[in-house]
């Protein structure tokens, strides 16, 4: 097995001390996010300057450059970075709390539960309205909830620590148990309500406004402040339980925010864009290939590298084919089901 | 030094209690000794070691160490003193030997600090006593079996404990490999004074390295004492059910067991 394991494995990038690692990569990943966000909105079907952009001898009411930049593209753009970071953290965190590099943040039932909701909300829904407030969203995030909260209690049910068989086998069971749900719920659904359930579950970006990105910035806020409190216990715990243990961490415990943490990342992503494939495994695998595997370079570069990799593929999803618009989802899961795969047969 | 008294832990639940795997253990390793453990499969010597390091909480009595319950110690408290290198160890992420080692600093650190110059001094110390120091670059996942074990005992060396706890940390290496681990083992005992207890299955090399021996046997406590007191031919028959040769061996300098013949 060993002599398999040394003619696969790829070797890691030298080891500078972790101080200056850490500095290093937040500054070219952050530096990469900020210069992709303010290119991604000069893209689009009318071309804008951005030196015209932020040019303030010119009103901003009088600026259409600036207009365009900032109300047309800047909330689609922000909504593809907040997204992007919270799925790709929320990727790293899965992963290593299951101790299996192949898991997303999907793996564990939370969007399949958010596209009930959803699901839900615009079949059944479609009668019941409160006004401004958006019901398929909310109705997301509380399935996202539940199906959160049913994976927990049976992982949690026999011991304090969890079982990432148990915590797997229940995620499994209980996509494909919502699935069969989805299925239900569009069978008995017109054809205008599929074509609007389709149309989510590929995910978009388009969210129109700030107001969406506002309202789900709480959550992934919150999730954040958690994650940052996990990079080491994270080393340890994908090491093991026991040598976690060992050195120091509550397992228990650690574990616990992990999960509480993702899931709340994943659920306000799916919330806000729909369940976008890929972003959370993409993404960890290419930056653990930049900087190496400690989760304390790993989680912050690729919640950055998260926020400019689906940045970048949503401007692919509205100039490939314009003015046709592809489905985001579909080009990350073009890009992501090769790179899955090409892990798989890389692991050996 | 780190004492279990009264020690029962039972992995079954409910109705079923005969799967108990420690029953009343009472178990001493004094300070600066190198204890062996020993018992056949399935004895309980995992779990007396993972009740030791605090790992498992026993269902009745208590582990000390240093006269202090371990249950009023926290977790990196227990950590800073008490290390402890498992039979295998499989990270589900490509690290460095270095890394691997620098996890030991852990218990040592503050929840946003990350290693500095000592820390990074005490790994490589530990991986130049294990003989590793030329693998700190390398990737975990690549080395042999020999070499991931000796950076897995830096690794528990980095922690700075002084109790250290290994489970059969020989049982797949080769002949050569497990005479390197031997000494190094004993070395450690001898010129740094770390306590150990090593739960094994090769009863030569607890015999060459262990100054006392704890016996099991279905989760009770044979005997323990001096190892020369303790490891006798009537007493391998009554563990293993092995008829065997205990004598001592004059070039080797210790006692030795050769296996003759199953025990009628």
């Known amino acids: ?348 | 030094m780190l004492r279990g008294s009264d020690l029962s832990y039972g992995y079954a639940r409910g109705r079923d209690r005969s799967g108990f795997s420690l029953r009343d253990v009472t178990i001493e390793v004094p300070r600066g000794s190198l204890t062996g453990l020993l018992g056949p499969n399935g004895c309980g010597k995992t779990t007396l070691l993972r009740l030791l390091a605090g790992i498992l909480t026993p269902e009745s009595g208590t582990v000390t160490l240093k006269e202090r319950p371990l249950k009023d110690l926290s977790r990196r408290e227990i950590a800073r003193q008490i290390a402890l290198v498992p039979q295998e160890t499989h990270p589900a992420f490509d690290y460095t030997a270095l890394e691997m080692v620098l996890m030991g600093r852990h218990p040592h650190l503050g929840l946003f600090e990350l290693e500095g110059p000592h820390d990074l001094r005490v790994a490589h110390n530990a991986l130049a006593t294990t003989g590793t120091d030329h693998l700190a670059d390398r990737a975990y996942m690549t080395l042999s079996g020999g070499e991931k074990q000796r950076v897995v005992i830096a690794s528990a060396l980095a922690q700075s404990s002084d109790v250290l706890l290994l489970d059969e940390p020989t049982a797949s290496l080769d002949l050569g490999y497990q005479l390197d681990v031997a000494s190094l083992l004993s070395e450690l005992n001898r010129e740094r004074g770390v306590t150990m207890l090593l739960a094994t299955h090769d009863l030569n090399l607890a015999a060459s390295v262990c100054d006392r021996l704890i016996l099991m046997r279905e989760g009770r406590v044979i005997a323990q004492g001096q190892t020369t007191d303790v490891l006798t031919a009537s007493r391998v028959r009554d563990i293993y059910g092995v008829v065997a040769d205990v004598r001592h061996h004059e070039r080797a300098g210790h006692l030795t067991v050769t296996p003759v013949s199953r025990a009628q």
């Open chain 1, 1 to 348: 097995m060993n002599m398999v394991e040394s003619t696969v494995s790829v070797g890691a990038p030298a080891i500078r001390p972790i101080r200056a690692r850490l500095t290093l990569t937040v500054l070219g990943f952050g530096a990469l996010t900020i210069v992709t966000c303010l290119l991604a909105p000069l893209v689009g079907s009318t071309s804008i300057s951005l030196a015209r952009v932020f040019d303030r001898s010119i009103p901003f009411s009088d600026n259409v450059d600036a207009q365009i930049f900032f109300i047309a593209r800047m909330p689609r753009v922000l909504a593809g970075a907040v997204t992007g970071a919270a799925l790709a953290a929320a990727g790293v965190v899965f992963q290593a709390m299951l101790r299996n590099p192949l898991a997303t943040p999907f793996t564990l039932g939370v969007s399949a539960g958010a596209s009930l909701g959803a699901m839900s909300a615009i079949v059944l829904g479609a009668a019941v309205s409160f006004g401004p407030i958006a019901v398929v969203p909310l109705a997301s995030l509380l399935g996202a909830a539940i199906a959160a909260a049913i994976v927990y209690r049976l992982a949690t049910l026999r011991d304090r620590a969890m079982s990432t068989t148990v915590l797997l086998l229940a995620g499994v069971t209980l996509n494909s148990f919502f699935s069969a749900l989805i299925l239900f719920l569009q069978y008995i659904a017109n054809f205008a309500q599929v074509y609007r359930a389709m149309r989510w579950v590929m995910g978009d970006l388009d969210v129109g406004s700030f107001q969406p990105i506002l309202a789900a910035l709480p959550l992934i806020v919150i999730a954040f402040v958690l994650f940052a409190l996990l990079p080491s216990s994270l080393n340890l715990l994908s090491v093991g339980t026991d040598a976690a243990t060992a050195r120091g961490v509550d397992v228990a415990r650690a574990q616990r925010l992990s999960f509480v943490s993702a899931s709340l990342a994943t659920a306000a992503a799916v919330s806000l864009a729909g369940p976008i494939g890929f972003v959370g495994i993409v993404v960890p695998h290419l930056v653990r290939l930049l900087v190496g595997v400690d989760h304390r370079v790993v989680l912050p570069a690729s919640a950055l590298f998260g926020a400019a990799f689906l940045v970048a593929c949503d401007v692919g999803a509205r100039t490939l084919l314009a003015p046709l618009e592809i489905p985001v989802g579909v080009i990350t899961a073009l890009l992501g089901g090769p790179f899955f795969l090409w892990l798989l047969v890389r692991r050996g």
